[in-house]
């Protein structure tokens, strides 16, 4: 009986099979490792109109998350601070410095600073910052050491099952509510974070929500 | 054979050279494939939005009028009370003002939770120029910032209390306003905290009760 296939084709098949199947591995692990938002968005630092520093203003000079971020205790948006802000200082230090020429510019009346959002949600997530920071989540447990950043980095991926984790096990990151601003804090002598963060967690009665309406309203 | 994995494995390092691995610090915007409903047709706070000229969704308040936070829901419900906060009208409070003189005490009773608010909101707001004391030597001053008043010395203690709220809210000579940025209560409570301040760095002889006056030592 004549072969219908003659031996090249059939090592072609092999061939392609093979190449087929390790294609489609790498294509998987490509995608898996490539497309979560651990890959988008962590590490995004757009250029920002004005080469403002978190490390130095923050870090060096110890101003208070708060000092500008004046709504992240009381309302769901922390705020980026208007021009006047920045101006309580900046009208007598570095006043004719080019890197402020932005804030400058600003303040004589040019429109707001068109700074780049660096952390955001999609629109059909409900996310608060009151009920984070004023419940003991500190700033660090999902913006990293902005205190030490030059340049504001997406340091967390800020996907839905990141937000879960810690709604289901808070205690690895609750602390008494008024350090909430404090990198530095560190849980008292002799007890570790999740010991200390469940007896948080029971005195403040701390129930985050696990259900989609929580998140999704 | 060969070729083919040469050219998957070649493949390969081209997408680790373009993709970096995670976490590379990059200003390449996050790559969204279905941005279903991320962007609904909605203004954001402090967001850009078309329709006004100035490309401000958020608007400032028109002239005249008075911006507060809630709901006078009370009044609403047919409460004859109305929320203060609604026209702030009590000038005491809201100007640190009884008709053209300085109220000189705080319109709110002062106690431990208050004055503790007070050192919590003085440390955030004014201790980077005033420094922790008061003397007027925060870290500001070793950056340029000239001429920051030490605000607990003697004669500032003569200041009035509703004058010391228009400073902060309304700002004096160098000093920018820090109304925008300090609610009226907070503010209200570094008053008193300053106050307080100002009282244990001028004490005398006679703020020690006579009792243990003897336990004094030069």
Same mark, same amino acid.
């Not at chain 1, 913006?143 to 340049?151: D, F, R, S």
């Not at chain 1, 808070?170 to 990198?183: A, V």
């Not at chain 2, 053209?100 to 955030?124: A, F, H, S």
């Not at chain 2, 008043?149 to 004669?155: E, Q, V």
């Given at each position: 009986?004549?072969?219908?296939?003659?031996?090249?084709?059939?090592?072609?098949?092999?061939?392609?099979?093979?190449?087929?199947?390790?294609?489609? +591995?790498?294509?998987?692990?490509?995608?898996?490792?490539?497309?979560?938002? &651990?890959?988008?968005? +962590?590490? *995004?630092?757009?250029?920002?109109?004005?080469?403002?520093?978190?490390?130095?203003?923050?870090?060096?000079?110890?101003?208070?998350?708060? *000092?500008?971020?004046?709504?992240?205790?009381?309302?769901?948006?922390?705020?980026?601070?208007?021009?006047?802000?920045?101006?309580?200082?900046?009208?007598?230090?570095?006043?004719?410095?080019?890197?402020?020429?932005?804030?400058?510019?600003?303040?004589?009346?040019?429109?707001?600073?068109?700074?780049?959002?660096?952390?955001?949600?999609?629109?059909?997530?409900?996310?608060?910052?009151?009920?984070?920071?004023?419940?003991?989540?500190?700033?660090?447990?999902?913006?990293?050491?902005?205190?030490?950043?030059?340049?504001?980095?997406? &340091?967390?991926?800020?996907?839905?099952?990141?937000?879960? &984790?810690?709604?289901?096990?808070?205690?690895?990151?609750?602390?008494?509510?008024?350090?909430?601003?404090?990198?530095?804090?560190?849980?008292?002598?002799?007890?570790?974070?999740?010991?200390?963060?469940?007896?948080?967690?029971?005195?403040?009665?701390?129930?985050?929500? &696990?259900?989609?309406?929580?998140?999704?309203? | 054979?060969?070729?083919?994995?040469?050219?998957? $494995?070649?493949?390969? $390092?081209?997408?680790?050279?373009?993709?970096?691995?995670?976490?590379?610090?990059?200003?390449?915007?996050?790559?969204?494939?279905?941005?279903?409903?991320?962007?609904?047709?909605?203004?954001? #706070?402090?967001?850009?939005?078309?329709?006004?000229?100035?490309?401000?969704?958020? !608007?400032?308040?028109? $002239?005249?009028?008075?911006?507060?936070?809630?709901?006078?829901?009370?009044?609403?419900?047919?409460?004859? !009370?109305?929320?203060?906060?609604?026209? !702030?009208?009590?000038?005491?409070?809201?100007?640190?003002?009884?008709?053209?003189?300085?109220?000189?005490?705080?319109?709110? !009773?002062?106690?431990?939770?208050?004055?503790?608010?007070?050192?919590?909101?003085?440390?955030?707001?004014?201790?980077?120029?005033?420094?922790?004391?008061?003397?007027?030597?925060?870290?500001?001053?070793?950056?340029?910032?000239?001429?920051?008043?030490?605000?607990?010395? $003697?004669?500032?203690?003569?200041?009035?209390?509703?004058?010391?709220?228009?400073?902060?809210?309304?700002?004096?000579?160098?000093?920018? #306003?820090?109304?925008?940025?300090?609610?009226?209560?907070?503010?209200?409570?570094?008053?008193?905290?300053?106050?307080?301040?100002?009282?244990?760095?001028?004490?005398?002889?006679?703020?020690?009760?006579?009792?243990?006056?003897?336990?004094?030592?030069?």
């Amino acid at each position: 009986m004549p072969l219908i296939f003659t031996q090249r084709a059939d090592n072609w098949l092999r061939r392609g099979m093979a190449g087929a199947f390790v294609s489609v +591995v790498l294509g998987i692990t490509g995608l898996y490792y490539y497309a979560p938002p &651990e890959y988008t968005r +962590v590490g *995004y630092a757009p250029k920002q109109p004005v080469a403002y520093s978190h490390e130095l203003h923050a870090g060096r000079l110890g101003l208070s998350c708060l *000092y500008c971020h004046t709504g992240v205790e009381e309302s769901s948006v922390a705020k980026i601070p208007p021009t006047q802000t920045c101006m309580n200082c900046h009208q007598a230090i570095k006043a004719d410095s080019p890197q402020l020429e932005a804030i400058r510019v600003s303040w004589a009346g040019g429109g707001p600073v068109r700074w780049e959002r660096v952390h955001q949600t999609p629109d059909y997530v409900y996310f608060n910052h009151a009920v984070h920071v004023r419940r003991g989540v500190g700033c660090v447990s999902c913006h990293g050491k902005v205190n030490e950043m030059p340049v504001v980095v997406h &340091e967390k991926p800020l996907s839905m099952g990141w937000c879960l &984790e810690c709604h289901r096990h808070p205690e690895e990151h609750l602390r008494p509510p008024d350090q909430s601003t404090n990198f530095e804090w560190q849980p008292p002598q002799g007890q570790n974070q999740r010991d200390y963060g469940l007896t948080l967690k029971d005195q403040f009665g701390i129930r985050a929500p &696990e259900t989609c309406t929580g998140c999704h309203r | 054979m060969r070729w083919v994995f040469l050219g998957l $494995a070649m493949l390969t $390092a081209l997408v680790i050279r373009e993709m970096g691995t995670r976490g590379t610090v990059s200003d390449r915007r996050p790559l969204m494939v279905f941005s279903d409903m991320d962007f609904q047709p909605r203004y954001n #706070p402090q967001a850009a939005g078309p329709f006004f000229a100035d490309g401000r969704a958020m !608007r400032t308040p028109p $002239a005249g009028t008075v911006p507060f936070g809630g709901t006078d829901y009370e009044c609403d419900a047919g409460s004859p !009370r109305q929320n203060p906060d609604l026209l !702030r009208e009590d000038d005491a409070y809201y100007r640190g003002k009884k008709g053209t003189t300085w109220v000189t005490v705080n319109p709110l !009773r002062v106690d431990m939770k208050l004055l503790q608010r007070g050192q919590e909101r003085y440390g955030i707001f004014c201790a980077p120029c005033h420094g922790a004391t008061g003397k007027g030597n925060g870290v500001i001053t070793q950056y340029g910032l000239t001429g920051v008043a030490g605000i607990t010395d $003697a004669l500032h203690a003569l200041m009035p209390d509703g004058q010391f709220f228009d400073v902060i809210s309304n700002g004096k000579g160098r000093m920018m #306003p820090y109304g925008p940025q300090i609610k009226v209560r907070d503010r209200w409570a570094i008053i008193a905290y300053v106050r307080a301040l100002s009282r244990s760095q001028n004490a005398g002889i006679t703020d020690v009760p006579e009792s243990i006056r003897g336990e004094l030592k030069p």
